[in-house]
Each structure stands twice: as structure tokens, then as C-alpha cells.
């Protein structure tokens, strides 16, 4: 395009003669109309450079958005939804999200939780972490055909987050669960067994919120889910409270082990990074809704490392054994 303008550019127009005496012009119209024409033709041959310098710089013009430029536009602005999305997501359900930290008190504390709380985790061993998420208290009411308790809340969690208080005979464990309550104040509770089931490695735990009220998880359901869909695992691992994860399902129908050497089947299979510490947190879809519980990650041995294949106990089997678990404290198999 330059080489054309720079080519245009060169055509200069002749100069146009002056005529000495107006009456010659006159005497003489077939004249005239000859240098009529020649006039014409310079004047076209004057402007046409213009004219397509114009319509150039028209076609040039950097305010004028290309195809290119608008699809990166596009994708700019789809990049920044998928990103607001995520932040949202985060935003609305990690206030569901609880830290759960198992404590070894020593021998010369053991009293109550209130006396362990006050003299701090220093005088205690920590015995792990994991994490989960606060069950609707209607499912409790509902089952228990009781009024609504305000302070009491319950928690859903791994069993084998919490297996040593489970099995303890010695007294000395303790649980300790941090929350946010629905003003986004954070505090932590003692955490009390409700129900175990070590056969799908769930558990149910109960705190005393008074004075706080608490944001219940939204249950979606896992039997729809597809391979390549979007997911999100929120949890504590390493003890690194409220991080999220990102990936899709990996697979589904998956056998993983449970604590009591039986098969968990139908399990999730994630790449979404899951850790020491996320187990018990919850796996999301894009709506915010829990698909499944974070349960294990296939580590090479002495690793302990997520290798991206990790796994989550479709929320369907959570739903169908919690209600149990709150009513009679162990699965419905097992009461019979």
C-alpha cells in the first residue's frame, strides 16, 4: 500500500495555459469545448491520487477493528467470564468449607475441650488435618422428626480424617473444627462423632455454634456427570486453609480402597489437585453444587505427592448414607 501511494504521489498535473484576450476564447466555442476537456481530464488526473490515498487510509485505518483483532477480543473476553466464574464459585460455597485438625492432647490436659482451646495447639499433637463441609440441618430435622436446634450443625468428612478419635480408648483425642459463619467471621468448635462408616470412608460430625449461623453446602447429584466437565475441590491441604483447584472429571466408575480393606465403587476419577489435608472437602461442579467427596490421590510410594490422578465418592453414595449415619450412628447394613 505505501508503494501505491508513493507511486500515485509522482503524477503531477501539466500547468494550465492562460488564455491573453477573452474575446478569442469567445470567437472560437469548438476551442473552448476542447479545453474544456483538457481541463476535465487534469482535474480527474489532480484528484484520483487523493481519492485513493482516502479510500486507503479508510481501509487502513487502526480505529476500524480487523478479524483478528476482534477475535482476540472474543477470546479476551471469554477468558475473563471462565476467570469471574471461578472467583464467584469460590466466593459463594468456601464458606461451606471446614478445616478439620485432629489433636493428641497431653496426658497432664486431659479435661475439657474449652481447657485444651485455651492453652493452645502447642501442648497438643497434631495428628492430622482434612476437610468438609456443613451438612443442610433439614436432612437432620427431617429424619429425627425434631424442632430445629439453631446451635447445632453437623459436618461431613472422610472417616479416616477422623478414624484415631473414632478408635480412641485412651481419652486423649480431640477434634478441632474451623469455620466462617454466614458474616464471613471465622471461629473454631470441638467436633464430636455423630456416625462412622468406614465401609465408604464417611463420617458425620457435630459442633456447638452458638451464636453463629452457618452456610450449608448445596448437594448436586453425580449420576449425570460427563468426562471432560469442569470441577473444583476446595479444601485445607498441608494445612493451608481455603484452597481451591481446578480440573475436570477424569473418569468415572472408578474402585478405590476404603479404610476397612472393601472397595469403594462408582468413585469419581479428578485431575483437580488433591492432597494431604483436602480429603473430606468437597468436589463442585460449575453450578457450585457438590458432585462428591475428596478422598484419596494414587501417589508414587514414599512420594505422598498428588500425581493427578485423584478420586471423590460420588455424592449420590453420600446422600444415600449420611441420613443413616446421623439417625443411627452407623450405616443401615450395619444394623442388622
Do not use: M
Given at each position: 500500500m505505501v508503494v501505491v501511494l508513493g507511486s500515485l504521489s509522482q503524477i503531477k498535473p501539466s500547468p494550465i495555459p492562460t488564455n491573453s484576450s477573452s474575446s478569442s476564447s469567445s470567437s472560437n466555442p469548438s476551442r473552448n469545448s476542447q479545453k474544456n476537456k483538457i481541463l476535465t481530464r487534469r482535474r480527474a488526473m489532480v484528484l484520483a491520487p487523493s481519492l485513493v490515498a482516502a479510500s486507503l487510509l479508510h481501509f487502513c485505518n487502526p480505529i476500524s477493528p480487523q478479524p483478528s483483532s476482534r477475535l482476540a477480543l472474543a477470546l479476551q473476553d471469554e477468558l475473563q467470564q471462565d476467570e469471574d466464574r471461578a472467583v464467584n464459585l469460590f466466593q459463594e460455597t468456601s464458606p461451606s468449607v471446614v478445616f478439620i485438625k485432629d489433636l493428641e492432647i497431653d496426658k497432664s490436659l486431659k479435661a475439657s475441650f474449652d481447657v485444651v482451646s485455651q492453652s493452645g495447639d502447642e501442648n497438643s499433637k497434631v495428628e492430622g488435618t482434612g476437610s468438609g463441609f456443613i451438612w443442610d440441618n433439614l436432612w437432620m430435622f427431617t429424619f429425627l422428626v425434631l424442632k430445629p436446634v439453631n446451635p447445632l450443625w453437623l459436618q461431613v468428612t472422610n472417616y479416616h480424617v477422623i478414624a484415631k478419635l473414632a478408635t480412641d480408648q485412651s481419652g486423649l483425642q480431640r477434634c478441632k473444627v474451623y469455620l466462617v459463619d454466614a458474616r464471613g467471621n471465622g471461629f473454631y468448635s470441638e467436633g464430636k462423632i455423630v456416625g462412622v462408616d468406614p465401609t465408604y470412608d464417611l463420617a458425620v460430625l457435630k459442633v456447638d455454634v452458638q451464636g453463629h449461623e452457618l452456610k450449608p453446602a448445596v448437594l448436586g447429584?453425580?449420576?449425570?456427570?460427563?468426562?471432560?466437565?469442569?470441577?473444583f475441590a476446595i479444601g485445607n491441604p498441608y494445612g493451608y486453609e481455603n484452597t481451591l483447584t481446578i480440573g475436570v472429571v477424569s473418569g468415572l466408575?472408578?474402585?478405590?480402597?476404603?479404610?476397612?480393606?472393601?472397595?469403594?465403587?462408582?468413585?469419581?476419577?479428578?485431575d483437580a489437585a488433591i492432597n494431604s489435608g483436602n480429603s473430606g472437602g468437597p468436589l463442585i461442579d460449575s453450578h457450585g453444587h457438590i458432585i462428591g467427596?475428596?478422598?484419596?490421590?494414587?501417589?508414587?510410594?514414599?512420594?505422598?505427592?498428588?500425581?493427578?490422578?485423584?478420586?471423590a465418592i460420588p455424592i449420590d453414595t453420600v446422600v444415600r448414607t449420611v441420613p443413616y449415619l446421623i439417625v443411627y450412628g452407623t450405616p443401615y447394613r450395619d444394623r442388622f
Open positions: 447429584t453425580s449420576n449425570d456427570l460427563h468426562v471432560g466437565q469442569s470441577c466408575g472408578r474402585e478405590i480402597p476404603s479404610p476397612d480393606g472393601k472397595a469403594i465403587r462408582g468413585a469419581i476419577q479428578t467427596v475428596n478422598t484419596a490421590t494414587f501417589t508414587r510410594k514414599g512420594t505422598g505427592a498428588s500425581s493427578g490422578v485423584n478420586f
